[in-house]
């Protein structure tokens, strides 16, 4: 099934767009999702994964304006969208 | 009370609902600590001394360099090279001298932070390193002080507030750690820094006079590119090694 994923911040440039789209099995959970976008696109994969391929507590998971836990056990269904944001500062 | 030179300066904000003269009186006593004064702080400084905040205590250091002058708006050119915080005291001077301007020549630091805090109302964060960022975070939440949380990054800004108490998450409850990707050099503009630093300011007023909803456990994100915003809905980590239980 089909996950679309929105990107903020760091995570835009490092994917090469604003939004980027993966292929996953049914009924993965969004941590899932994101593990595969992780392994699908190289360019953010440092970012969003820790070297032992957990999803950092730093990225910010939301599904319909809400924050999701790295937890979060509910499946996705297809289509779906998810927004990542990786941290940014001032200056 | 107010004198008739302030309310002679700040009639049109007094006419905004809700404000007035005891809004007003509300801002003259209040003390907002702005950290770091770049380009997001120094607008943040700008508008909060234009209302009348009564004291603003600003922490910044180093000196002025070429490459702060597209974004921070209380320099000028001609003071490259000096101390970055001389200049910022001395604009919002020339804006307002009817407030108090205390600028410290230092960024927070362990040595300073719970100082810096102690001395105000509300804290802005403008920080561009989360080293600084967490740290003030953890000084706020022990001493029970609104956050306003601002931050950019090529033409996204977001902005949120985190409240005292159990109702909204910190910053270690949103970012645990400090993020291993983010360098204290990055793509912006300072139309960028300048409209998230404005929207701060009001974040600060409005806790200031209790005016309006101000942004808890809501992150309002804007991508200035196409205008696109997102509010989200974020919340408490009952984990987090600051706020949680
Ligand atoms: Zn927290």
């Known amino acids: 099934m089909i996950v679309n994923f929105q990107l903020w911040g760091q995570l835009r440039q490092a994917a090469g767009g ?74 | 009370m107010l004198t008739p030179a302030e309310k002679a300066i700040y009639e049109w904000q007094m006419w905004v609902p809700g404000i007035g003269e005891a809004g007003q009186q509300k801002l003259k006593e209040s003390s907002v600590l702005i950290t ?15 209302a009348g905040v009564g004291k603003l205590v600003i922490a910044h250091a180093g000196n002025l360099k070429p490459s702060d002058l597209h974004r921070q ?5 001609d003071w490259v090279g000096k101390p970055r915080i001389d200049s910022i005291v001395r604009r919002l001077g020339e804006l307002n001298p009817l407030i108090e301007v205390l600028g410290i020549p230092e960024n927070v630091n362990n040595d300073n932070v719970a100082d810096l805090v102690g001395q105000v109302d509300v ?58 990707s983010w360098k204290r050099q ?19 007023i409005k806790l200031v006079t209790g005016v309006g909803e101000p942004l808890g456990g809501r992150l309002l994100s804007m991508d200035m590119r196409d205008f696109k915003v997102m509010e989200s809905l974020i919340h ?10």
């Not at chain 2, 390193?129 to 996204?156: D, I």
């Open chain 2, 123 to 180: 804290v802005v964060d403008c920080a561009p390193l989360f080293e600084e960022r967490l740290l003030l975070n953890r000084e706020t939440v022990r001493q029970g002080k609104p956050m306003v949380e601002c931050a950019m990054y090529e033409l996204q800004f977001h902005i949120t507030t985190f409240l005292p108490g159990p109702e909204t998450p910190c910053l270690a409850c949103l970012h645990p750690e400090e993020p291993p």
């Open chain 2, 36 to 50: 770091r004064c770049g380009g997001l702080g120094g607008l943040v400084a700008y508008e909060l001394a234009a």
């Open chain 2, 236 to 245: 408490r980590r009952n984990d987090c090694v600051v706020c949680g239980n």
């Open chain 2, 73 to 77: 708006l209380l320099m000028t050119s």
């Open chain 1, 18 to 91: 604003t939004s980027y789209v993966v292929d996953v099995p049914d009924g993965v959970t969004a941590t899932e999702a994101v593990q595969a976008l992780a392994s699908s696109c190289e360019g953010v994969r440092s970012m969003i994964l820790d070297d032992d391929g957990s999803v950092r507590p730093v990225i910010l998971i939301f599904r319909e304006g809400r924050q999701l836990e790295t937890d979060d056990t509910e499946s996705l269904l297809t289509g779906c969208e998810l927004t990542l944001m990786s941290p940014i500062a001032g200056g």
């Open chain 2, 186 to 204: 990055f793509p912006v503009f300072g139309a960028v820094s300048g409209t998230v630093g404005c929207m701060g300011a009001m974040e600060a």
